[in-house]
């Protein structure tokens, strides 16, 4: 194995903090790994990583050697994209992360279209709800709703994710239907807890002025399909995305509450690990992204 390799080796090693994981990104062995490693610190004379039971740590001097091919691995990998950057076609394995709901529903069918129009890219999706450390975790591209964060990541503005409030048919015709914002405060409210957090629905008006509606519910998660779930069953009133609403509405399953006012949208990006020299497999996922998402593009998702 090549100097520039091992230097690979470890500085994903210390950016995944385990041996096992790191023989299972590079399909090895963990002994191979270790091998690597311990001849690597006996050339430099120096001790590189601490290790114990819980992983591995870099040692001052490691964390010193780390910075160094990080480096070096970016300005060997801006040299190979340089070159690959001029092919005609994306080829090679294309990393995706998205959030589960989004991931499953939208993320899913574009990426089948994608695979079909470039056979020599081989795609791995990876949906997680949590925040996703795209360089630890190998991402390419990563599908992001809602504000970016200032960083150094690469990011494309795609489109808007909009929201909406729904029960069903069966909740109203009990619960009665809300004529204006303050009634939702004598409704039963299901509240998806990675946006609605606080329990303030805010609803802008026909006349575009923004009312902050406190509301209380049987029904709190972190997952979408969850308050779907609960709408569809007669719980409550549920503020939901309208890609993850737009089957049961299309069934009648569900029906739009306080149609004349809107939730705030979320903002669409793709982010990718720098935004410098982009690899041409994800300029091409990029581009092949733009424009899938203008008008109401949440309607013209697969309906199977």
């Known amino acids: 194995m090549d100097r520039l390799q091992v230097m690979e080796m470890f500085v994903r090693l210390v950016e995944l903090g385990s041996f096992s994981k790191a023989a299972s990104e590079f399909r090895t062995t963990q002994p191979t790994i270790t091998k690597h490693i311990a001849a690597l610190e006996s050339r430099l004379k120096v001790r590189l990583l601490n290790r114990n039971t819980r992983g591995v740590s870099a040692t001052e001097a490691g964390a010193i050697y780390y910075d160094k091919c990080k480096v070096l691995l970016r300005d060997a990998e801006e040299a190979d994209s340089?070159?690959?950057?001029?092919?005609?076609?994306?080829?090679?394995?294309?990393?995706?992360?998205s959030s589960v709901a989004f991931g499953r529903r939208v993320v899913v069918?574009?990426?089948?279209?994608?695979?079909?129009?470039?056979?020599?890219?081989?795609?791995?999706?990876?949906?997680?709800?949590?925040?996703?450390?795209?360089?630890?975790?190998?991402?390419?591209?990563?599908?992001?709703?809602?504000?970016?964060a200032d960083s150094t990541l690469g990011a494309r503005?795609?489109?808007?994710?909009?929201?909406?409030?729904?029960?069903?048919?069966?909740?109203?015709?009990?619960?009665?239907?809300?004529a204006s914002p303050g009634d939702l405060q004598e409704h039963t409210a299901l509240i998806y807890s990675s946006v609605q957090g606080n329990d303030v629905w805010l609803l802008k008006s026909p006349g575009r002025e923004t009312v902050a509606i406190p509301v209380t519910g049987?029904?709190?998660?972190?997952?979408?399909?969850?308050?779907?779930?609960?709408?569809?069953?007669?719980?409550?009133?549920a503020a939901l995305p309208w890609y993850v609403a737009e089957r049961s509405l299309r069934r009648g399953d569900l029906q739009q509450v306080l149609d004349g006012y809107e939730l705030p949208e979320q903002e669409i990006h793709a982010v990718y690990p720098s935004p410098k020299l982009v690899p041409a497999k994800v300029q091409a996922f990029i581009g092949f992204l733009e424009g899938h998402f203008a008008g109401r593009w949440w309607e013209q998702l697969p309906r199977a």
């Open 218 to 237: 049987s029904l709190r998660s972190n997952n979408l399909s969850a308050v779907l779930a609960a709408a569809r069953g007669h719980l409550g009133i």
């Open 82 to 97: 340089a070159v690959r950057s001029r092919q005609e076609h994306a080829q090679g394995l294309l990393r995706i992360g």
């Open 109 to 148: 069918p574009l990426a089948l279209e994608f695979i079909s129009r470039h056979p020599q890219v081989r795609v791995d999706l990876s949906f997680e709800d949590r925040y996703t450390d795209l360089v630890g975790q190998g991402i390419d591209v990563a599908l992001r709703l809602g504000k970016l």
């Open 157 to 178: 503005f795609l489109g808007v994710n909009p929201w909406l409030l729904v029960a069903s048919p069966e909740y109203l015709r009990k619960a009665g239907v809300p």
